[in-house]
């Protein structure tokens, strides 16, 4: 008797730029993108890092030294920030709910439940009912950014189960440590989502090891991002990016089996959407050889552990707690 087999489903990684630091023209053209990705029947879109409202590109070209400079750059992003939840949330929520279709976004996020004037670098899911299904912060900016971004605290790698298979996934060189990638191999983790902003043929690699060694199909997305996409009114743009010519990042956005083979991409130098058709049969058979966090496990030799918890900046004493705990 011939064995039955479950559909197949269509997973989505967007190359596109932001329209930089504009929030709501930003946040239009990601609904536009979604529509599109939907009408061409993904059930998961994936966006590259940052994508709302902007990758702060000048921490590659300002020097740290020029503080007025920097801070009128961070203004600006900042305004083109959110917070989650908030009305940007919404919209993205009405948008998932509206065509059924799960979101992957990279975000620039305030810190409302702080000061509300730091920025985390932020990856935000949003289920296929509309309903937040979590966000994870970058737990460490990667040199420039880090005069941008806070650091996220690691309270947040949270696999997400979805009808078509269990998602997540690490911003940018998170996906070089090592650890952090195991703890959402130990999750279960069968879609990866990696959204960036490098490019070229390390990162390539990266991410087909990655999917070999997690046994996953990895979502790699960046932003295809030109000089002209900075309005030339900016300031930084005439002050650091005059030299600039063509393509400050070309994309390489691409998707990978989890055979570490490249089904879909890399896509260069173009706005695009990249798709690649999944069977549920690809996230458990080629674990039958490697299975990082099964059989190929050994929690009698090695142990990890992860604090699952945030340290927020302010906690509240409640009247009869012992404050030494």
């Known amino acids: 008797m011939a064995m039955s087999r479950s559909p197949s489903f269509r997973i989505a990684a967007v190359q596109a730029s932001s329209v930089f630091l504009d929030l709501e023209a930003t946040l239009s053209k990601a609904h536009d993108l979604v529509r599109r990705a939907a ?22 070209f300002a020097p740290a030294a020029h503080t007025h400079p920097l801070r009128e750059a961070y203004t600006a992003l900042h305004r083109s920030s959110i917070t989650i939840p908030g009305p940007e949330t919404d919209q993205l929520c009405d948008l ?3 065509t059924g279709v799960t979101t992957a976004i990279g975000v620039n996020e305030r810190n409302a439940q702080g000061s509300d004037s730091t920025l985390f670098n ?6 296929p009912d509309g309903t937040i299904l ?3 912060r970058k737990l460490i900016p990667t040199t420039g950014e880090r005069l941008v971004w806070g650091r996220g605290d690691g309270d947040d790698l949270d696999v997400h189960q979805l009808p078509f298979g269990r998602v997540s996934g690490l911003i940018c060189w998170e996906n070089y440590m090592p650890l952090a990638r195991y703890t959402l191999a130990a999750r279960g983790v069968q879609i990866y989502v990696a959204p960036t902003w490098d490019h070229g043929e390390p990162w390539l690699s990266s991410m087909r090891h990655v999917a070999k060694e997690c046994r996953c199909f990895v ?10 996409d900075v309005p030339d009114e900016l300031p930084l743009k005439q002050t650091y990016l005059d030299e600039v010519d063509g393509w400050i990042n070309p994309g390489g956005s691409v998707i990978v089996d989890p055979d570490g ?11 695009t959407i990249l798709y690649a058709e999944v069977h549920p049969d690809q996230l458990v058979g080629p674990r039958w050889q490697l299975d990082i966090a099964g059989n190929y496990a050994r929690p009698d030799v090695f142990e990890l552990r992860v604090r699952g918890r945030a340290s927020p900046a302010l906690g509240e004493i409640e009247e009869g707690e012992d404050p030494s705990l």
């Open 122 to 127: 932020t990856l935000l899911y949003i289920g």
């Open 219 to 228: 979502v790699s997305c960046c932003q295809a991002f030109h000089v002209d």
């Open 134 to 136: 979590g966000r994870h």
């Open 96 to 98: 998932a709910r509206d």
């Open 261 to 271: 083979k490249i089904v879909a991409g890399p896509a260069e130098q173009e706005e």
């Open 39 to 60: 009408d061409e029947g993904a059930q998961l879109v994936v966006f590259p890092e940052a994508f709302l409202s902007g990758y702060p590109v000048w921490v590659w």
